[in-house]
Protein backbone atom coordinates (compact mmCIF):
# COMPACT_ATOMS: atom_id res chain seq x y z
CA UNK A 1 0.00 0.00 0.00
CA UNK A 2 1.30 3.16 -1.07
CA UNK A 3 1.01 6.73 0.69
CA UNK A 4 -1.76 7.51 -1.08
CA UNK A 5 -3.85 4.60 -1.69
CA UNK A 6 -5.86 3.14 1.74
CA UNK A 7 -7.61 0.06 -0.10
CA UNK A 8 -10.81 -0.64 1.26
CA UNK A 9 -9.56 -0.87 5.39
CA UNK A 10 -12.50 0.92 7.55
CA UNK A 11 -12.48 4.04 8.58
CA UNK A 12 -9.53 5.69 10.61
CA UNK A 13 -11.12 6.10 14.43
CA UNK A 14 -9.96 9.78 14.28
CA UNK A 15 -12.69 10.31 11.54
CA UNK A 16 -14.91 8.24 12.80
CA UNK A 17 -14.66 10.26 16.25
CA UNK A 18 -15.73 13.43 14.40
CA UNK A 19 -18.98 11.80 12.41
CA UNK A 20 -21.89 12.33 13.75
CA UNK A 21 -25.36 10.36 13.24
CA UNK A 22 -26.71 11.90 9.92
CA UNK A 23 -30.72 11.40 11.89
CA UNK A 24 -30.13 12.54 15.30
CA UNK A 25 -26.78 14.01 16.26
CA UNK A 26 -25.45 11.38 18.37
CA UNK A 27 -22.16 10.58 18.39
CA UNK A 28 -21.27 7.46 16.35
CA UNK A 29 -19.08 4.03 16.77
CA UNK A 30 -17.87 1.53 13.86
CA UNK A 31 -18.81 -1.93 14.23
CA UNK A 32 -16.90 -3.79 11.82
CA UNK A 33 -17.97 -2.10 8.90
CA UNK A 34 -20.94 -0.17 10.18
CA UNK A 35 -21.24 3.05 11.09
CA UNK A 36 -23.95 2.89 14.33
CA UNK A 37 -25.24 5.64 17.10
CA UNK A 38 -26.71 4.46 20.23
CA UNK A 39 -30.16 5.18 19.06
CA UNK A 40 -29.37 2.15 16.60
CA UNK A 41 -29.30 4.41 13.39
CA UNK A 42 -26.58 2.51 10.99
CA UNK A 43 -24.68 2.93 8.10
CA UNK A 44 -22.65 0.83 6.45
CA UNK A 45 -19.26 1.21 5.13
CA UNK A 46 -18.55 0.57 1.60
CA UNK A 47 -16.23 -1.75 0.18
CA UNK A 48 -14.36 0.81 -1.17
CA UNK A 49 -14.15 2.34 2.24
CA UNK A 50 -17.07 5.75 2.24
CA UNK A 51 -19.85 5.68 4.51
CA UNK A 52 -23.12 7.29 2.68
CA UNK A 53 -24.63 9.32 5.60
CA UNK A 54 -27.77 10.15 3.43
CA UNK A 55 -30.73 10.13 3.79
CA UNK A 56 -33.15 11.78 1.34
CA UNK A 57 -32.45 12.03 -2.25
CA UNK A 58 -30.14 14.65 -3.66
CA UNK A 59 -31.81 16.77 -7.10
CA UNK A 60 -30.72 15.26 -10.53
CA UNK A 61 -27.74 16.74 -11.68
CA UNK A 62 -26.01 17.83 -8.13
CA UNK A 63 -22.99 14.73 -7.93
CA UNK A 64 -20.67 14.42 -10.16
CA UNK A 65 -21.41 11.35 -12.87
CA UNK A 66 -18.72 8.56 -13.63
CA UNK A 67 -17.47 10.22 -16.87
CA UNK A 68 -17.30 13.62 -14.87
CA UNK A 69 -14.95 11.48 -12.29
CA UNK A 70 -12.88 9.91 -14.89
CA UNK A 71 -12.47 13.35 -16.90
CA UNK A 72 -11.08 14.73 -13.63
CA UNK A 73 -9.51 11.89 -12.39
CA UNK A 74 -7.50 11.76 -15.62
CA UNK A 75 -6.68 15.60 -15.85
CA UNK A 76 -5.44 15.77 -12.24
CA UNK A 77 -3.34 12.70 -12.85
CA UNK A 78 -1.58 14.64 -15.36
CA UNK A 79 -0.15 17.53 -13.10
CA UNK A 80 -2.12 20.11 -14.83
CA UNK A 81 -3.88 21.45 -11.31
CA UNK A 82 -0.60 20.62 -9.43
CA UNK A 83 0.47 23.97 -8.23
CA UNK A 84 -2.56 24.38 -6.69
CA UNK A 85 -2.93 21.21 -4.93
CA UNK A 86 1.19 22.37 -3.65
CA UNK A 87 0.01 25.49 -2.61
CA UNK A 88 -2.69 24.27 -0.61
CA UNK A 89 -0.63 21.80 0.72
CA UNK A 90 1.67 24.61 1.64
CA UNK A 91 -0.69 26.31 3.34
CA UNK A 92 -1.48 23.45 5.37
CA UNK A 93 2.04 22.58 6.18
CA UNK A 94 2.44 26.16 7.65
CA UNK A 95 -0.32 26.77 9.45
CA UNK A 96 -1.57 22.78 10.72
CA UNK A 97 0.34 20.58 13.11
CA UNK A 98 -1.87 17.98 13.90
CA UNK A 99 -5.43 17.55 14.17
CA UNK A 100 -8.37 16.98 11.52
CA UNK A 101 -8.42 18.31 7.96
CA UNK A 102 -12.07 18.61 6.30
CA UNK A 103 -12.46 18.68 2.61
CA UNK A 104 -15.73 20.29 2.09
CA UNK A 105 -16.56 19.03 -1.68
CA UNK A 106 -13.70 16.76 -1.86
CA UNK A 107 -14.31 14.97 -5.03
CA UNK A 108 -11.80 12.09 -5.41
CA UNK A 109 -9.92 13.30 -2.81
CA UNK A 110 -6.99 15.04 -4.60
CA UNK A 111 -6.00 17.99 -2.85
CA UNK A 112 -6.93 16.07 0.75
CA UNK A 113 -4.35 14.17 -0.32
CA UNK A 114 -1.44 16.72 -0.75
CA UNK A 115 -2.80 18.49 2.50
CA UNK A 116 -2.58 15.13 4.60
CA UNK A 117 1.22 14.62 2.64
CA UNK A 118 1.96 17.62 4.07
CA UNK A 119 0.95 17.45 7.51
CA UNK A 120 1.94 14.30 8.74
CA UNK A 121 0.32 14.46 12.13
CA UNK A 122 -3.06 15.11 10.49
CA UNK A 123 -6.37 13.15 9.58
CA UNK A 124 -8.46 14.19 6.83
CA UNK A 125 -12.64 13.65 6.41
CA UNK A 126 -13.62 13.83 2.41
CA UNK A 127 -17.43 15.45 2.33
CA UNK A 128 -18.85 15.28 -0.86
CA UNK A 129 -22.33 13.91 -2.56
CA UNK A 130 -21.02 12.21 -5.12
CA UNK A 131 -20.68 8.54 -4.16
CA UNK A 132 -18.80 7.86 -7.45
CA UNK A 133 -16.05 10.41 -6.56
CA UNK A 134 -15.69 9.04 -2.83
CA UNK A 135 -14.93 5.63 -4.04
CA UNK A 136 -11.78 7.46 -5.25
CA UNK A 137 -11.39 10.08 -2.00
CA UNK A 138 -11.79 7.07 0.32
CA UNK A 139 -8.65 5.17 -1.43
CA UNK A 140 -6.85 8.54 -1.90
CA UNK A 141 -4.64 8.51 1.80
CA UNK A 142 -4.52 6.17 4.77
CA UNK A 143 -5.23 8.88 7.12
CA UNK A 144 -8.49 9.89 5.05
CA UNK A 145 -11.99 8.75 5.13
CA UNK A 146 -15.07 9.37 3.12
CA UNK A 147 -18.92 10.29 3.64
CA UNK A 148 -21.15 11.39 1.21
CA UNK A 149 -23.26 14.01 2.37
CA UNK A 150 -25.23 17.42 0.60
CA UNK A 151 -23.21 19.88 1.60
CA UNK A 152 -25.71 22.57 2.10
CA UNK A 153 -27.89 20.00 4.92
CA UNK A 154 -26.32 20.78 8.30
CA UNK A 155 -23.43 18.24 8.40
CA UNK A 156 -23.04 14.81 10.30
CA UNK A 157 -19.63 15.98 11.79
CA UNK A 158 -18.85 17.09 15.78
CA UNK A 159 -18.72 21.01 16.25
CA UNK A 160 -15.10 22.52 16.77
CA UNK A 161 -13.49 19.41 15.25
CA UNK A 162 -11.27 20.72 12.53
CA UNK A 163 -8.30 22.47 12.61
CA UNK A 164 -8.40 23.17 8.79
CA UNK A 165 -11.36 23.14 6.42
CA UNK A 166 -10.44 23.23 2.56
CA UNK A 167 -13.31 24.24 0.05
CA UNK A 168 -11.71 23.74 -3.42
CA UNK A 169 -14.38 24.87 -6.25
CA UNK A 170 -17.15 23.48 -4.03
CA UNK A 171 -20.36 24.97 -2.24
CA UNK A 172 -19.63 26.92 1.02
CA UNK A 173 -22.02 26.85 3.30
CA UNK A 174 -20.33 29.16 5.79
CA UNK A 175 -22.89 28.45 8.75
CA UNK A 176 -21.73 24.93 8.91
CA UNK A 177 -17.59 25.83 8.41
CA UNK A 178 -18.43 28.18 11.44
CA UNK A 179 -20.09 25.35 13.50
CA UNK A 180 -17.22 22.61 12.90
CA UNK A 181 -14.06 24.69 12.85
CA UNK A 182 -11.71 25.13 16.43
CA UNK A 183 -12.10 28.88 17.30
CA UNK A 184 -8.27 29.05 16.26
CA UNK A 185 -9.06 27.46 12.94
CA UNK A 186 -8.72 27.99 9.24
CA UNK A 187 -11.00 28.02 6.41
CA UNK A 188 -9.36 27.89 3.14
CA UNK A 189 -10.96 28.53 -0.04
CA UNK A 190 -10.13 28.06 -3.55
CA UNK A 191 -11.69 29.59 -6.70
CA UNK A 192 -10.83 30.37 -10.36
CA UNK A 193 -10.28 33.51 -11.61
CA UNK A 194 -11.61 35.19 -13.85
CA UNK A 195 -9.28 34.68 -16.30
CA UNK A 196 -8.82 30.73 -15.97
CA UNK A 197 -9.03 28.83 -18.88
CA UNK A 198 -10.01 31.86 -21.16
CA UNK A 199 -8.35 30.47 -24.71
CA UNK A 200 -11.02 27.95 -24.86
CA UNK A 201 -13.87 30.42 -24.88
CA UNK A 202 -16.92 28.83 -24.17
CA UNK A 203 -16.06 25.22 -23.82
CA UNK A 204 -16.01 26.15 -20.24
CA UNK A 205 -17.80 28.53 -17.82
CA UNK A 206 -16.84 31.87 -17.91
CA UNK A 207 -15.81 33.24 -13.55
CA UNK A 208 -17.84 35.80 -12.62
CA UNK A 209 -16.15 38.89 -12.43
CA UNK A 210 -18.10 39.83 -9.57
CA UNK A 211 -16.79 36.42 -7.64
CA UNK A 212 -15.07 38.34 -5.22
CA UNK A 213 -17.66 40.63 -4.01
CA UNK A 214 -19.88 37.41 -3.70
CA UNK A 215 -17.45 35.40 -1.76
CA UNK A 216 -17.18 38.14 0.70
CA UNK A 217 -20.79 38.62 1.00
CA UNK A 218 -21.43 34.38 1.92
CA UNK A 219 -18.56 34.29 4.42
CA UNK A 220 -18.01 38.28 5.84
CA UNK A 221 -20.77 37.40 8.64
CA UNK A 222 -18.64 34.40 9.97
CA UNK A 223 -14.62 34.84 8.65
CA UNK A 224 -12.04 37.45 8.37
CA UNK A 225 -10.17 37.01 5.56
CA UNK A 226 -6.78 37.13 6.71
CA UNK A 227 -4.60 36.31 3.25
CA UNK A 228 -5.12 35.32 -0.30
CA UNK A 229 -2.39 33.92 -2.97
CA UNK A 230 -2.44 34.20 -6.75
CA UNK A 231 -1.54 30.55 -8.14
CA UNK A 232 -1.37 31.30 -12.15
CA UNK A 233 0.73 29.66 -14.60
CA UNK A 234 0.93 29.70 -18.56
CA UNK A 235 0.65 25.73 -19.51
CA UNK A 236 0.10 23.37 -22.87
CA UNK A 237 -2.39 21.09 -23.15
CA UNK A 238 -2.97 18.65 -25.21
CA UNK A 239 -6.41 17.64 -27.22
CA UNK A 240 -7.44 14.94 -24.85
CA UNK A 241 -6.34 17.32 -21.63
CA UNK A 242 -8.58 19.68 -23.05
CA UNK A 243 -11.67 17.22 -23.76
CA UNK A 244 -10.73 16.41 -19.67
CA UNK A 245 -11.09 20.06 -18.10
CA UNK A 246 -14.36 20.46 -20.15
CA UNK A 247 -16.09 17.16 -19.29
CA UNK A 248 -14.82 17.37 -15.67
CA UNK A 249 -16.96 20.17 -14.12
CA UNK A 250 -20.14 21.98 -14.69
CA UNK A 251 -19.25 22.38 -18.64
CA UNK A 252 -20.32 18.66 -19.14
CA UNK A 253 -23.39 19.75 -18.54
CA UNK A 254 -23.72 22.44 -21.78
CA UNK A 255 -21.89 20.50 -24.61
CA UNK A 256 -24.93 20.40 -26.63
CA UNK A 257 -25.11 23.71 -26.88
CA UNK A 258 -24.49 25.93 -29.98
CA UNK A 259 -22.36 23.43 -31.42
CA UNK A 260 -19.89 23.29 -28.18
CA UNK A 261 -19.78 19.71 -28.48
CA UNK A 262 -18.83 19.89 -32.13
CA UNK A 263 -15.64 22.45 -31.36
CA UNK A 264 -14.16 20.15 -28.85
CA UNK A 265 -14.55 17.71 -31.42
CA UNK A 266 -12.57 19.37 -33.54
CA UNK A 267 -9.83 20.11 -31.34
CA UNK A 268 -6.59 17.91 -32.71
CA UNK A 269 -3.50 19.48 -31.05
CA UNK A 270 -2.60 20.98 -28.24
CA UNK A 271 -3.53 24.43 -26.56
CA UNK A 272 -1.62 26.72 -24.55
CA UNK A 273 -3.84 28.40 -21.89
CA UNK A 274 -3.90 30.03 -18.56
CA UNK A 275 -4.64 28.22 -15.73
CA UNK A 276 -5.37 31.00 -12.43
CA UNK A 277 -6.70 30.23 -8.80
CA UNK A 278 -7.31 32.02 -5.60
CA UNK A 279 -6.21 30.52 -2.39
CA UNK A 280 -8.21 32.88 0.58
CA UNK A 281 -7.55 31.99 3.83
CA UNK A 282 -9.74 32.98 6.47
CA UNK A 283 -10.07 32.92 10.21
CA UNK A 284 -13.73 32.25 12.57
CA UNK A 285 -15.22 35.10 13.79
CA UNK A 286 -15.93 34.60 17.36
Not at 9 to 29: A, H, T
Not at 166 to 195: I, K
Not at 222 to 242: D, K, W, Y
Amino acid sequence: MTSRERGNDPLPPEIVRSLRCSVCGDPVGLIERTVRCERGHSFDVAKQGYVNLLHARIPAGTADTAPMVAARVDLLSSGAYLPLADELAKVASEHVHDGLIVDAGAGTGYYLAHALDAVPGAYGLALDVSAVALRRAARAHPRAGAAVWNLWEPWPVADSCTSLILNVFAPRNAPQFHRVLAADGLLVVATPNPGHLRELGDLVISVDESKDARLEETLGERFSRVERREVTREMTLSAAQIRQVVEMGPSAHHLHRDGRRERLDAITGSVDVTTSFSVTLYRPVP
